[in-house]
């Protein structure tokens, strides 16, 4: 079993910065892959950015790419989402999930374990 919860998010203007934090429980937190997703309303949820369980591999939606930063710490069981020239269009409730396969992907179906999420909300 894995708990995760999700801290961080906020109100920001329009090109402004949040980082969003995911603590995960369990003690083989290192060998999953972590993503990010995120839900805007009357919308689809869809994938943000993935992490693989040594760190080195990374994936962003095209979206995202070059604004936001996807990071681990293994020793603190926590991944991150570093969030910057944020833009109104990145308005949603954002979900840490876990893969614990760590097949590196982006289709939700391999993530088992989800946070309750975390609304971020950036005005124009």
């Known amino acids: 079993q894995v708990r995760l919860v999700e801290t961080g998010g906020g109100l920001v203007q329009a090109g402004g910065s949040l980082r969003l934090s995911c603590a995960a429980s369990g003690d083989i937190f290192s060998s999953y892959a972590m993503g990010w997703f995120r839900q805007a309303p009357g919308k689809e949820r869809e994938f943000v950015a993935l992490?693989?369980?040594?760190?080195?591999?990374?994936y962003y939606a095209d979206s995202v790419k070059g604004r936001f930063t996807i990071s681990r710490d293994n020793a603190k069981n926590a991944v991150y989402l570093q969030m910057n020239s944020l833009k109104p269009e990145d308005t949603a409730v954002y979900y840490c999930?876990?893969?614990?396969?760590?097949?590196?992907?982006?289709?939700?179906?391999?993530?088992?374990?989800w946070g309750q999420g975390t609304q971020v909300t950036v005005s124009s």
């Open positions: 992490i693989r369980r040594n760190g080195a591999l990374t």
């Open positions: 999930a876990a893969d614990v396969s760590d097949w590196g992907v982006k289709r939700m179906n391999a993530y088992g374990y």
